[in-house]
C-alpha cells in the first residue's frame, strides 16, 4: 500500500523521511493525495477531493484551513503543538528586552552619526536611549498554552512579576507553568495591571480583537503590547488611539498589514516568530510522524477536529469510522458487524461537537466479509469516512 502526500510551502525532507517507506511525496499521486502537509498555504475556499482524508498543518495555528468543512468532508486535522513553541518564546522574551531598551532605534541613531567625533556624539546625545529594565516589572501571559506557558516561566525567571490569564488551560500545561506565575481569572487584571503584555491564544471568534478600546481603555499608560499570536487579536483603529493618548507606548508583532508599517511605535517582524531551522525540522518531523501513524493504523494524535483516539492493532483488520454524533450509533455498528457473523476484537469510538471517530477491530480472516461490511457502512447515511486496515 503506498498513500501519497502532497506538500506545501517547502516542508523540511529530514522531518518528511518520518513517513517513511510507504509514502509517496509529490510524486505523480499527488494530484489525488490522501494527505496534504503544509505550514501556511490558505486552504479556505478550495474543493476538497474524495481521496482527501488529513491535513496536517506543520505550526499551531490552523486559522488557514476550513476546519468544520474538513470535518464534515471526513478530514481529520492535524497540528503540531508545541514543535515551534520554543522558537516563539526566544522572539518574545527578545521583543520585551528590546522595547525596553529601544535596541533597534539606539542601532538607527549610531548610523546617522559621521565624523571624526562619532565617540563624542555618541556621548551627547545617548541619553535619549536611556531605557529600563524589565527585572521587578509585571508582564501579563494572556493564553498559557505550549508558547504562553513557556514565556510565563522564562520571564518569572528573569525577575518579572508575571500574571497568567487562561480559562481553558490544559491539566499537562498547567502542570508546567511555575507556582510563582499568578493565575488571574478575569482578562482585564491583566490590561490594567502589567507594564508588558503578550498574547498567545489562536484566533477563534470569542478571541477576535481581543485588544479593542475597552481593553486599552483599562491599561496604564506606557504598557507595551505584544502579539506572536495573530494579527486579528488586536483592532488596529484602537491601537491607533491608544498609541496617541500614550497608553501603548509599544506594540510588537509578527503580523504585518499596511498600515502598521513604518510607524513610530509600532514594531513589526515578518512572521519569524517560529522561524528557526530547530521550529521548522520539529513542525515537520511532527506532522510526518501524526500523518503517518493517522494513515498505518487509524489512530489519531493531535488532531484539532477529532479527539485523540489510540488502541494497538491485534486483530487481521480496522475499519476506522467517521460518524455523525447521534444516538445509539455504537450499537448500530455492532448491530451491522453481528449480522455478518463477524467478531468485534475491539472496539473504541470517542466523540467531539457533532461527529465522532471509531476505530473498529475485527476477529475476522475473510476479506470479502469484511469489504462487505465496508460496504454497508459506506451506504450509512450517518457514516461520512470509511477505512480498511489490513494488520501488518
Ligand atoms: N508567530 C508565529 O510564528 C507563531 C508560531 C506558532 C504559533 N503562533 C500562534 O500562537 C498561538 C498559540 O500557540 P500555542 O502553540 O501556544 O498554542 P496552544 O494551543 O498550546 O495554546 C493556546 C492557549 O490559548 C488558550 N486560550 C484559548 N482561548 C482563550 C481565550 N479566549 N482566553 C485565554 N486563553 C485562551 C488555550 O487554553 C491554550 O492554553 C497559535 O494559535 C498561533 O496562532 C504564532
Not at 97 to 120: C, E, F, H, Q
Amino acid at each position: 500500500m503506498v498513500y501519497s502526500v502532497k506538500t506545501f510551502n517547502n516542508i523540511n525532507q529530514v522531518g518528511l523521511k518520518e513517513l517513511g517507506n510507504h509514502f509517496q511525496i509529490d510524486g505523480d499521486l499527488a494530484e489525488n493525495p490522501d494527505a496534504f502537509i503544509l505550514r501556511s498555504q490558505n486552504l479556505h475556499g478550495i474543493e476538497f477531493t474524495k481521496n482527501l482524508k488529513a491535513i496536517a498543518r506543520a505550526g499551531a495555528g490552523t486559522n488557514n484551513i476550513p476546519i468544520a468543512d474538513a470535518t464534515a468532508a471526513g478530514i481529520v486535522v492535524f497540528n503540531t503543538p508545541g514543535a515551534n513553541a520554543n522558537a516563539v518564546k526566544e522572539a518574545v522574551l527578545a521583543s520585551i528586552l528590546m522595547s525596553a531598551r529601544d535596541y533597534i532605534a539606539a542601532n538607527a541613531w549610531v548610523n546617522t552619526l559621521s565624523g571624526d567625533d562619532v565617540p563624542k556624539q555618541v556621548e551627547a546625545g545617548k541619553k535619549q536611549f536611556a531605557g529600563s529594565e524589565i527585572s521587578g516589572k509585571t508582564l501579563g501571559v494572556i493564553g498559557l498554552g505550549a508558547i504562553g506557558g513557556r514565556i510565563a516561566n522564562y520571564a518569572q525567571r528573569l525577575g518579572m512579576n508575571v500574571l497568567g490569564y487562561d480559562p481553558y488551560v490544559s491539566i499537562e500545561t498547567a502542570w508546567n507553568i511555575s507556582h510563582h506565575v499568578k493565575r488571574v481569572d478575569d482578562v482585564k487584571e491583566i490590561f490594567a495591571n502589567c507594564d508588558y503584555i503578550t498574547v498567545h491564544v489562536p484566533l477563534t471568534d470569542e478571541t477576535r480583537n481581543t485588544f479593542d478600546s475597552e481593553a486599552f481603555g483599562l491599561m496604564q499608560k506606557g504598557t507595551v503590547v505584544i502579539n506572536f499570536a495573530r494579527g486579528e487579536l488586536v483592532d488596529n483603529a484602537a491601537l491607533f488611539e491608544a498609541i496617541e493618548a500614550g497608553v501603548v507606548k509599544r506594540y510588537i508583532t509578527d503580523f504585518g498589514t499596511e498600515e502598521l508599517l513604518n510607524k513610530d511605535k509600532i514594531t513589526v517582524f515578518p512572521h519569524v516568530g517560529g522561524s528557526t531551522a530547530e521550529a521548522e525540522l520539529n513542525c515537520a518531523i511532527m506532522a510526518g510522524k501524526t500523518i503517518r501513524q493517522f494513515m498505518e493504523t487509524g489512530e489519531i494524535t493531535n488532531s484539532v477536529n477529532f479527539p485523540n483516539v489510540h488502541q494497538a492493532l491485534t486483530a487481521p483488520y480496522r475499519i476506522t469510522l467517521i460518524n455523525k454524533n447521534v444516538p445509539n450509533i455504537v450499537a448500530k455498528i455492532s448491530t451491522a458487524v453481528s449480522e455478518l457473523g463477524i467478531n468485534i476484537d475491539n472496539i473504541i469510538n470517542r466523540s467531539k461537537g457533532d461527529y465522532a471517530y471509531t476505530l473498529l477491530d475485527l476477529d475476522e480472516t475473510d476479506k470479502a466479509k469484511v469489504d462487505h461490511l465496508v460496504a454497508n457502512f459506506e451506504a450509512s447515511d450517518n457514516i461520512v469516512r470509511v477505512r480498511l486496515i489490513a494488520k501488518k
